[in-house]
């Protein structure tokens, strides 16, 4: 074996391994961040979780705070009490409603976000993989000149035999 075509036949093993390694490298990136992304998704969970509750203790706060003075100042529960509470009432069920949707979305984005980042982790060891695959091509192409000739390559098809010897007239000049 020449030292050049072992050369080349080296180097496309280096390469090769070096895209190899690459793309399993990719693969992992890629399932760390979404792992990462999963658990900003648990943290979006816990804050929103933690933001409800934070809204329920300041309306009950609101409540209590409201029969208090109500105790204090002799004045019977009505109307006017009612529709303070009723209104409190409705505005912590909107706030808690627009929080529950924005934490959906926030959810969804996150979710997005880590299939986009799986799917890109995947295309880059495609490609380091096709780049692997290619090296061996261009290797293979590089090479073929390299090779030592076989005795069916080394026949000169252009000859009235066909490249065959034509040992018939050999050793008659």
């Given at each position: 074996?020449?030292?050049?075509?072992?050369?080349?036949?080296?180097?496309?093993?280096?390469s090769?391994?070096?895209?190899?390694?690459?793309a399993?490298?990719a693969?992992a990136?890629?399932?760390?961040?979404?792992?990462?992304?999963?658990?900003?998704?648990k943290?979006?969970?816990?804050?929103?979780?933690?933001?409800h509750?934070?809204r329920m203790?300041?309306?009950n706060?609101?409540?209590?705070?409201?029969?208090s003075?109500?105790?204090?100042?002799?004045?019977?529960?009505d109307?006017?009490?009612?529709?303070?509470?009723d209104?409190?009432?409705?505005?912590?069920?909107?706030?808690?409603?627009?929080?529950?949707?924005?934490?959906?979305?926030?959810?969804?984005?996150?979710?997005?976000?880590?299939?986009?980042?799986?799917l890109?982790?995947?295309?880059?060891a495609?490609?380091?993989?096709?780049?692997?695959?290619?090296?061996?091509?261009?290797?293979a192409?590089?090479?073929?000149p390299?090779?030592?000739?076989?005795?069916?390559?080394?026949?000169?098809?252009?000859?009235?035999?066909?490249?065959?010897p034509?040992?018939?007239?050999?050793g008659l000049?």
């Open positions: 074996m020449s030292p050049t075509l072992f050369l080349t036949l080296a180097s496309t093993v280096v090769t391994k070096m895209n190899l390694d690459a399993n490298a693969k990136q890629g399932k760390l961040q979404a792992r990462q992304f999963d658990q900003q998704g943290n979006i969970k816990f804050t929103a979780l933690q933001n509750n934070q203790r300041n309306l706060v609101f409540q209590n705070v409201n029969e003075i109500l105790g204090t100042t002799g004045r019977d529960y109307r006017s009490y009612s529709k303070i509470i209104k409190a009432k409705k505005d912590a069920l909107t706030d808690v409603s627009r929080m529950g949707v924005d934490t959906a979305m926030k959810l969804g984005q996150t979710s997005l976000q880590k299939s986009l980042t799986l890109q982790a995947q295309n880059r495609n490609a380091y993989r096709y780049q692997a695959l290619s090296s061996i091509m261009s290797t192409i590089k090479a073929q390299m090779l030592p000739k076989s005795p069916t390559t080394a026949l000169d098809t252009s000859s009235p035999t066909g490249g065959i034509d040992y018939r007239y050999s000049d």
